[in-house]
Structures are given as C-alpha cells and as structure tokens.
C-alpha cells in the first residue's frame, strides 16, 4: 500500500505552484478567445469573460487544501475545470499532486472523472467545430491527464527516494554516534582495566605495609626504616607504572608500549610481595611456554590473588600453585588462610575480580573464586594451552 510521503509545502512554494497553474491556463483561454466569433465576447459569450474566470478562481482556490483532502480536492476541480480553459493549469496540478501518491485506484478514478467532464464542456463556447474532432476531444484531455500524471506519479517517486536517503542518512548517523559511543565505553573500560592492574596491587601493598607500621609498636628501628622505605620504593614504582600507562593511552603520545608481563615475571612479582612483608610461597610444575596471551592473563591472575591477600588478609600465608603442559591447560591457584589481625584495608573497587573475569573469558578459560571452611579464600582459573607443534603440522 502506497502511503503519501510528500512533505509539507512551505508558503511559498505553495504561491509559486499556483501562479504556475494560472499561467499554464491564460494560453488556452486566450487561445480560445480567438476562435470566438467577432464581437461575440460583448455579446453572446458572456461565459467566456464571467463564468470562465469565476470557475478558474474557484479550482485555483480550492488546490490550497489539496495536501489536506487530495481525493477531494482532486476530483472537484477534475469536474469543474472543463467549463474553464482558464483552469486547464489547475486540473493538471490537481491531477500531478493528486499522482504524487502514486495510488492507482485514485489516479484511475480522478483522470477518467477529467476526460468525461471535458465531454460536456465543449458546447460552452460557440466554437465551431471541425469534421472528425471527436477524436481530438477525447484524445487532448486524455494525453494531457497522461502527461500530468506521469509527471506527478515521477515526483512522488523521487519524494520516496529522497526521504529514503534521508532516513538511511539519519540511521547512518545514529549508527555512527552509537559506534563512537560504545568505543568510548570501550576505552574506559580498558583505561580502567590497565589502571587497576597497575595500580591496585602495588598500592595495596604500600597500604599493608602502612597498616603495619600504624598498629605495630613493638617494630626496631630497622624494621622501622625497612617498612618507610618499601613504602616510598612501592609510592615510586606506581607512579612510574602510572606514567607508563598514560602515556600509553595518550594518542598523541607517540610512545611505545611498554613491554606486558608474562609467565616469567611471577618470581619477581612474588619477590616484590615478600619484600613488603606478605607471606608467600611459590610452587610450579610448569612444563614448556605457553603463549603471550596465556602468560600475561596467569600473570594477571597471580597479581590479582596477592592483592586481595595484601588488602583483606595481610597477615595470612598466601600460597600460590601453578601445574600444566602444553596440549592441556595451565592451572592457576591462589590460597590464602584465614586471617587475624584486622588492619585498615583500602576503599575497594569492586571491579578487580569482575575484570579478571572478563580477561579469562576473553583467553577462552574459567575462573573460580570463593572462601574455604577455615574461612580463608581460593582463587582457581583454568587456562587452555594448545600444543604449538600439533598446530603447525596440522
């Protein structure tokens, strides 16, 4: 079903289109002025100089509600604009606007309503007719009906072309703003993900060291002096991991980025929670390398499970397991026993674990995390590690 796209007509536009109806129409009723008998305008073709106008002026002035009532409009001044050569401009816009629509049933109704009418209009001017013009007068009004018609029904199919584009244009745009949405919730997201991990655990570290030094008294001054410089050492090294990083996600930065870790940076990330006094023990049975990916989501995992240690049970033994060989999955365990001393922990994200989620899943593993019965807590993932070698002969 066709529906009427054309679209609001703005005052002048609606101006011009009528003085171009009435112009199209001053021609023809000049035209048939001069076939008229001398002298018969003062006489006996007062038709032609009152009724001709007043007819012409009523079509002219009822195509301003045409976009209102099409059908209606259409069908009036198809009935009344015969009786008026000055309204043949008239009828042929009522018939274009009315093919705009591009409803057959209508365009059928209106057009043969217009060559019937015409019929009957011939004997309102003593114009004498030539032999054999039955024929013209159904074929002139029929072909010019045709030409409007055609014309009208070409305009509404590049109105409906036209606000198609329109349309797609929009949807494009749409599209395009919801893309540049979903890119910046992208990048936040990674911005926030990158801040964590280089963040959250030496700053939990630095905090489990200051908690320390607030609740412990009975410290020498060299363990004193041990813990003020493991805290300014831990301050410096996220600062400097911080400044890597946003000049990482600086697009204007030029730099490189920085080297990620992997598998074999874990016994220097151990060290480091050592160093700042939480208990930890590493055992591996790790057989073979796995890929980049793999390393660098274990090595996530590892740095996850000691910073939640440092934050929530400082004081726990931390006991980290790593099993697998290439073709099976690598294993990842992080325990720490329950905890006793209650120092102050730092604000928590709430987002550590949810993004730690997200990498394993993006690595195709699984991860698991809950508290033990004596009230400790199990950090467990489970990685796959394709055997490179089967890979490449297959």
Known sequence: MYTDVAPRLGGWQQTWRLVAAA????????????????????????????????????????LVWRRRFPLAVAMTVAIASPASA?????????????????????????????????????????????????????????LTAGIAVAVGMAVGARRVEVRSLRERAESAEREQTARAAQARALERNRIAREM?????????????????????????????????????????????????????????????????PSLDRLPELVADARASGLDVTLTTTVAGQPSDVVGRTCYRIVQEGLTNAAKHAPDTHVHITLEGTAGDKLNVSVRNSPGTTKNAQPPASGFGLLGL??????????????????????????????????EKRT
């Open 23 to 62: 112009a199209v129409g001053i021609p023809t009723w000049l035209s048939v002025g001069v076939l008229l008998p001398r002298g018969c305008a003062t006489d006996t073709c007062s038709w032609f100089v009152t009724g001709d106008p007043l007819v012409a002026l009523g079509c002219l002035t009822a």
């Open 86 to 142: 000055l309204a043949t401009g008239a009828a042929l816009l009522a018939l274009a606007s009315l093919a705009t629509r591009r409803r057959p049933m209508e365009i059928g109704v209106v057009g043969l309503a217009y060559v019937t009418a015409s019929q009957f209009a011939v004997g309102l001017h003593p114009v004498r007719s030539p032999p054999g013009s039955l024929w013209f007068q159904l074929a002139f009004p029929a």
């Open 196 to 260: 964590h991990d280089v963040l959250a655990h030496r700053i939990s570290l630095v905090a489990m060291q200051a908690g320390v030094l607030d609740h412990r008294s009975d410290l020498t001054a060299e363990e004193n002096r041990v813990l003020v410089r493991g805290i300014a050492d831990g301050s410096h090294q996220a600062l400097e991991e911080l400044r890597d990083v946003l000049g990482v996600l600086r697009a204007d930065s030029g730099r490189p980025e920085p080297p990620q």
């Open 357 to 390: 989620t997200e990498r394993v899943n993006l690595a195709g593993g699984k991860l698991n995390h809950h508290p033990t019965p004596d009230n400790g807590y199990l950090l467990t993932a489970q990685l796959p590690w394709p055997d490179p070698t089967h």
